[in-house]
């Protein structure tokens, strides 16, 4: 068993070969390119997606492999998952032999999968080893475009992974916020196998009630003593809203005065409390004794929730003068998009992921976060 920690970033096709001239002027110390075929098992109730794990057989240059995904955390787009992988010599799932291999329940041997989607994409991928850190620092970088597969319907993959390799969680970030990223780009906690999933059930995603959520989440900070879990709280509300919201799409929001509104008064309500409370929770913040490196994601953490405000209140005046609801949510599609809002997310997950060393920062993340 190994644990993966990675961050992804989807990216439009026409970005994709930017980014990859990018990556290659940083003299990468591989690079290798190559298709893989992807077929996700389970059983007839959806066993292993009802424990939020995902079981696929890898197909790469003839060579098969079995990998078990399991639940692990996802904070924006970094995904911490513990995985288990078996060679195989065939495309069918031997399930009884990983258990064996990995001491895994052994009920699971008698369980009877069936194929339920395919991802199959061409991956490039390269080796960075960043110079910027006293200690050796190794990133893979994989740029992956395809498709996802499920019976007749099908859903693009242009999206980058960065997988840490060797260094710490802000060796990770700290090279991803080094790159020259252009708008159109964001973070995604969602993995292929979650967007496999929604695809071959024909999922039909509904908008909850953020105000009911905004007004528990002031419960829970009123009663935590905590500070880092009122302030990763905070940031798995705000991760939830960006992934509702662009799965929900532009054009639900845009054939609907309410809709638009409601959802522009949701991020408002974010953006609002940081800079009402920007004073009160830095200094808790730095009774932690935070470095300071730690203190600048901060106060940039304050200051883009400032001028995300500051958007979000020029959206509330144009949509009121205009009642134009599809420019207003393409406006707020775009600042969601933005490198701007990129390295805000980036920001957060620092400021949420406070490590001392690997084991412990583990530890306290997963017990943090439930």
Same mark, same amino acid.
């Given at each position: ?7 992804? $970033? ?9 980014f990859k001239?990018?990556l290659l002027? +940083? ?7 190559a298709?893989?075929? +992807?077929?996700y098992?389970? !059983? ?13 057989v ?7 492999t079995?990998?078990?995904? !399991? ?6 787009? $970094?995904h911490i998952?513990?995985?288990?992988n078996l &060679? ?10 990983? =258990? ?6 052994p ?12 991802t199959?994409f ?11 850190? &006293?200690?050796? =620092? ?5 740029? /992956? ?5 499920a ?9 980058v ?5 060797q260094?710490?969680?802000? /060796?990770?970030?700290?090279?991803v916020?080094?790159? &020259?990223?252009? @708008? ?13 999933? %929604? ?5 039909? &995603? ?13 419960d ?12 990763t ?18 054009v ?5 005065f $309410? ?6 008064? %949701? ?10 409370n920007?004073?009160?929770?830095? +200094?808790?913040f ?10 600048t ?6 200051e ?51 490590e ?6 583990l530890? @306290? ?5 439930g």
């Amino acid at each position: 068993m190994s644990t993966e920690i990675e961050l992804k $970033l989807l990216i439009p096709q026409f970005g994709l070969n930017s980014f990859k001239q990018n990556l290659l002027k +940083n003299a990468p110390h591989f690079h290798q390119q190559a298709f893989l075929g +992807n077929t996700y098992y389970d !059983t007839a109730d959806k066993f292993f997606a009802q424990h939020q794990m995902g079981l696929r057989v890898r197909k790469e240059n003839q060579q098969f492999t079995l990998t078990l995904k !399991t639940k692990g955390e996802a904070l924006g787009g $970094l995904h911490i998952r513990p995985e288990y992988n078996l &060679p195989q010599q065939s495309e069918t799932p031997d399930l009884a032999q990983l =258990v064996e291999n990995y001491d895994l329940d052994p009920s699971w041997k008698t369980l009877s999968l069936q194929p339920i989607f395919a991802t199959d994409f061409a991956r490039e991928t390269f080796l960075i080893r960043p110079e910027f850190s &006293p200690e050796p =620092v190794e990133i893979e970088v994989a740029l /992956d475009q395809g498709k996802i597969l499920a019976g007749d319907k099908q859903a693009e993959i242009s999206e980058v992974e960065f997988e840490l390799k060797q260094g710490k969680v802000a /060796d990770l970030l700290d090279y991803v916020r080094s790159l &020259p990223l252009e @708008n159109g780009v964001r973070l995604s906690a969602i993995s292929k196998a979650q967007r496999g999933y %929604a695809l071959a059930e024909n999922y039909q &995603p509904k908008a909850q009630n953020w105000l009911d959520k905004w007004r528990d989440f002031l419960d829970f900070a009123q009663s935590a003593g905590n500070f880092s879990q009122k302030l990763t709280a905070l940031f798995q509300l705000e991760q939830g809203l960006i992934e509702e919201t662009f799965v929900l799409g532009q054009v639900y929001f845009a054939e609907d005065f $309410l809709r638009t509104v409601e959802r522009i008064g %949701a991020f408002f309500n974010l953006y609002h409390f940081y800079t009402e409370n920007g004073n009160l929770l830095e +200094n808790a913040f730095n009774q932690q004794g935070l470095s300071d490196a730690l203190k600048t994601d901060w106060r940039a953490l304050v200051e883009s929730s400032q001028q995300c405000l500051a958007e979000c209140k020029q959206l509330i005046a144009r949509h009121s003068e205009t009642k134009n609801n599809a420019e207003v949510i393409a406006q707020l599609f775009d600042l969601l998009q933005s490198a701007f809002y990129l390295q805000r997310m980036l920001n957060l997950i620092s400021l949420t992921y406070v490590e001392e060393n690997d084991a412990a920062n583990l530890e @306290n993340w997963e017990m943090n976060n439930g």
